[in-house]
């Protein structure tokens, strides 16, 4: 009988050995930072980012930080040479990304999806009553602030203003912050700002802080929004509320979901980590901004628009949600 307690005190001991030792094997490989790529601070990407690092800093005890970056186009861009390890995009563009197509040169083959549903990414078209601009063709010719160079907003301008008979040649661009272009709007210096955001973006929300009832909140006319569905499903529209702006009218508007990509060259064990402290946490992530509200572990792992990292893929088929 004591023999056999010796043997399995013995086998026991072994085993947390091996246990442990596995552990620091694995966790050696895991970096002491990570960096999570977001866009300009007036967008809903900057707050979404934090809470991200937050969870994974809490829950894995790697040091996490949300970095401010030009935006979705530039994100993929960065995680492709390794500057960000994870980052914040949209569906459109990092579908571009991978497969090389405009704006991108070349495909971005280290770009791997983790998790979907972050919030939607709402194309806003925001001008003042003063201008007289009350729809697309009339931003022909005009002043307009297309958010921070790398930015989301430029392609999903280029896509909405395409089926209107123009092009980014037939405006006057330039290229800020969010904020910084809100400011040039409130100056009288520009004529409309792009603000590529989950809504409410707070760019939008501190031009109508003084008098939202000047503010618009351009429109696209649903024929124009079903062709561009219609050509690429990765995109969608819907009705803005009046009521999240305080704006006087609804607006219909093309969106996209934003999504949290990585490098494909990081480590598969800690990837599923990142993944399953993320998408366990989803409430915490979800209550970090109200664009992000509807982000849950049901929504996370579908209509991906690229290929998963293995690490993500591994947790959601174990969770079930694959």
Known sequence: MKKSLVILL????????FAQGGTEQTTKTWPKYLAIGTAAAGGAYYPVG?????????TLGIETSAQVTGGAVENNTLIQDGTLDLAITMSATVYAAVMGQS????????????FNGISEGIFHVVTLKKTGITKMTDLIGKNVVMGPAGGGAINMAAAVWAEYGFSLAD????????SDGVSALKDGKVD?????????ASAVQELCATKASDVVIVPVDKAVAEKIVAKSPYYAYKTLPKSVYGVSEDALVIYQTNLIVCRADLDEDLVYQITKCCV????????SNPSAKNFSREVAAINMPIELHPGA???YKEAGLL
């Open 171 to 178: 405006v006057k661009p330039t290229y800020v912050s969010y």
């Open 313 to 315: 893929l591994k947790y």
């Open 10 to 17: 013995v086998l026991a001991l072994a085993f947390s050995a």
């Open 280 to 287: 366990e946490n989803a409430a915490k992530i979800a209550g």
């Open 50 to 58: 934090i809470s991200i690092a937050e969870v994974i800093n809490n």
């Open 192 to 200: 409309a700002v792009l603000v590529q955001s989950a809504a409410p």
């Open 103 to 114: 704006p991108y040169t070349q495909p971005l083959n280290n770009v791997k999806a983790v």
